[in-house]
């Protein structure tokens, strides 16, 4: 069974989003990693730049396949997690902790009302 924290908001691509205040930190499922198995290389877009709701804004590549990364919210960059170009093991080890790919200051906010709670993100990957 995946973890699926509560207090997180996910999206049906297998992104999550932990929102303060206008800034939101966003990052992949366990469940995703889970299914993609080991990750080698997170390509991350660089501070400054903009980001669209549901449109790719990253990759991601496991041993055996590349997966487009999609943007939970609106926004722009603000940081992005450098050490996983180094050493992309986090976020199989720790998909919420470690993990996380890049902080955003979120445009629209409006955004959120359409994201899965824990709970619909639980029963989607279970039917899946």
Not at 56 to 75: C, H, M, N, Q, R
Not at 91 to 118: F, H, K, Q
Request: overall charge negative; charged content about 25%.
């Amino acid at each position: 069974m995946s973890e699926i924290p509560d207090g997180l908001l996910y999206t049906p691509e297998h992104e999550w989003i932990r929102v303060e205040d206008e800034r939101g930190t966003i990052g992949i499922t366990d469940y995703a990693q889970g299914e993609l198995g080991d990750i080698v290389f997170a390509e991350l877009p660089e501070p400054g730049a903009e980001i669209e709701e549901g449109q790719p804004f990253g990759t991601i590549e496991a041993v055996k396949t590349v997966e487009d990364l999609y943007a939970p919210v609106s926004g722009v960059v603000l940081e992005v997690n450098d050490a996983l170009g180094e050493d992309a093991s986090p976020i199989n080890a720790d998909p919420y902790g470690e993990g996380w790919m890049v902080v955003v200051r979120m445009t629209c906010s409006d955004e959120l009302e359409s994201l899965l709670s824990a709970q619909a993100y639980g029963e989607l990957v279970e039917g899946a």
